[in-house]
């Protein structure tokens, strides 16, 4: 059965019919029987659709306007000791208040539209990460090409990426190499290689860094909805592994990774 958390990471995916079949079935008995879940996908759904029809301008109430208009008025009466400033600077007609406060409102309007059609592309993209974590554990797609061995994972992106992924095999470390896959992060493909920590899955994702950003001196730690993700900067690419693992064993992967790419 699909969780209230479980729910929020996968409900994008389901708006965006990203889902396979299963797991967009589980969505739906779980929206069926969550009146809060059911409730707040209803807002997105809504939200999306208003978006793609344009329809996000909404006229203000006139007790609004009324306050509004009653604010102007105000601002416009000068103080008892400037009433020479007063007299010579004419009072603005009803006619340009009203039209200020359109304008005025009209350019909010297309500001907030602006703000809420178009897709945030930052560098934060952690709760895409870990759902798409989550995902891999779901449907029982963790890998693409089953092996541990790097020679065999690495060649495996070739012509499926623009990039080619580092590839290694930290076996030595306790951190075995499972395989690799294709993912989407942001609307792009990247690689995701997995690996293990006895019952525990690491995914890390992987794709080209903006240009000239420097490595990290060392990898920056977040958590989310009860997973650890890391994030680091190497040879021109970003890098952000993330798993139920603890913290500190996730820290001590991502110095493992680090030291096999630098050698």
């Not at 400037?82 to 409102?105: F, K, N």
């Amino acid at each position: 059965m699909t969780s209230c958390a479980d729910m929020k990471l996968l409900m994008h995916g389901l708006l965006d019919g990203e889902l396979d079949a299963a797991n967009a079935l589980k969505c739906d008995e779980h929206l069926a029987t969550c009146t809060n879940c059911a409730a707040e996908y209803e807002t997105y759904r809504s939200l999306r659709q208003a978006i793609r029809t344009h329809d996000v301008s909404r006229r203000a109430p006139d007790a609004l306007r009324s306050r509004v208009l009653a604010a102007l008025d105000a601002a416009e009466e000068a103080p008892t000791g400037q009433a020479e400033s007063r007299r010579a600077v004419p009072r603005r007609p009803d006619s340009w208040r009203r039209w200020t406060i359109g304008a005025s409102g009209l350019a909010l309007a297309a500001s907030l539209a602006l703000f809420i059609a178009t897709p945030f592309r930052g560098p934060d993209p952690v709760n895409e990460l870990v759902a798409g974590h989550v995902r891999s554990l779901q449907v029982d797609h963790l890998t693409d090409v089953q092996t541990s061995d790097q020679h065999t994972v690495k060649p495996w992106f070739a012509g499926k990426l623009d990039f080619s992924p580092p590839v290694v095999d930290l076996t030595s470390a306790g951190f075995p190499l499972v395989g690799g896959r294709l993912d989407y992060v942001s609307g792009r493909a990247v690689a995701a290689l997995v690996f293990r920590r006895r019952e525990h899955v690491i995914n890390v994702f992987i794709w080209p860094g903006s240009e000239g950003a420097q490595p990290a001196s060392s990898p920056d730690h977040l958590s989310r909805e009860g997973y650890n993700v890391l994030h680091w900067t190497e040879n021109g690419m970003t890098l952000w592994a993330v798993s139920d693992l603890n913290a500190s064993e996730l820290r001590e992967f991502g110095e493992a990774f680090r030291a096999q790419t630098r050698s």
